[in-house]
């Protein structure tokens, strides 16, 4: 696991903070609440590396957002899926020590639960709450990646931008340090790309951006210009996790 700074939070903002735990009954946090630390992420940090075991789950909240990201042999990558407060990074799917197949890294800096994948496995066994959320999570994990893949193959690159945006906005507010070379990265194009759709929302009214920041000041103008994926995963977050962990409540 990569350095990570520890940061006056407590397990009580985590709870609140995160979609996942917040689900948690009385007996599923008596399980887990010894073994959760509380890290802060820096911007930058790769959390998972592709080919190591996976020998923590991570739960963000705050403005905290992990990518998910496939490298290519020649140099170039592209985002999958995120994850911020809505869910959680590592040993999602797989159970026990196995190797990640993706890369994740920290492009929100913010807080996150930690907790030893020894200790998810072993309340997983405990409780049925635990495995239900998991598989449900796992669902909307894979629906947003196949969502990512069918934006990226049909739809503009402003589309594609405006609901990134978006998405980082429910998670981490208006401002957003990120510069425009981190989110051509994550998108699979190139900065120029990105500078000239940039340019195109601040002309708009939608956004403004400054080194490293990205401020976004009206929301429904994003909004028309995302493309429909953008509703599509939202809506199904809310069919298959809920607010209780388990659809709709």
Not at 95 to 123: K, Y
Request: with cysteine; proline share 4%; hydrophobic share 40%.
């Amino acid at each position: 696991m990569p350095h990570t700074s520890y940061a006056p939070i407590s397990i009580a903002d985590a709870y609140a903070g995160n979609r996942l735990l917040t689900t948690f009954p009385d007996e599923l946090r008596g399980l887990v609440e010894g073994q959760l630390e509380m890290v802060e992420l820096d911007q930058g940090t790769t959390v998972l590396r592709r080919g190591t075991d996976v020998a923590y789950s991570l739960f963000p909240f705050g403005p905290t957002m992990i990518s998910l990201v496939v490298d290519l042999d020649d140099g170039r990558s592209v985002e999958v899926a995120s994850v911020g407060r809505e869910g959680a990074v590592g040993g999602i799917i797989s159970c026990g020590h196995v190797p990640a197949f993706t890369r994740a890294e920290v492009m929100v800096a913010g807080p996150a639960a930690r907790v030893r994948m020894a200790a998810i496995e072993e309340a997983k066994g405990k409780s049925a709450h635990l495995r239900n959320l998991y598989c449900r999570y796992s669902d909307y994990l894979l629906a947003q990646i196949m969502q990512t893949v069918a934006c990226n193959s049909f739809h503009a690159i402003e589309a594609r931008a405006a609901r990134w945006l978006l998405t980082a906005h429910d998670r981490a507010g208006s401002r957003l340090e990120l510069t425009q070379e981190s989110l051509a990265g994550l998108l699979g194009v190139q900065r120029t790309t990105v500078n000239a759709v940039a340019r195109e929302l601040q002309d708009e009214g939608l956004i403004t951006t400054r080194r490293g920041i990205i401020e976004v000041h009206d929301r429904e103008g994003l909004q028309r210009r995302a493309c429909e994926c953008y509703d599509r995963v939202e809506r199904f977050f809310g069919d298959i996790v809920g607010p209780k962990g388990a659809g709709p409540a």
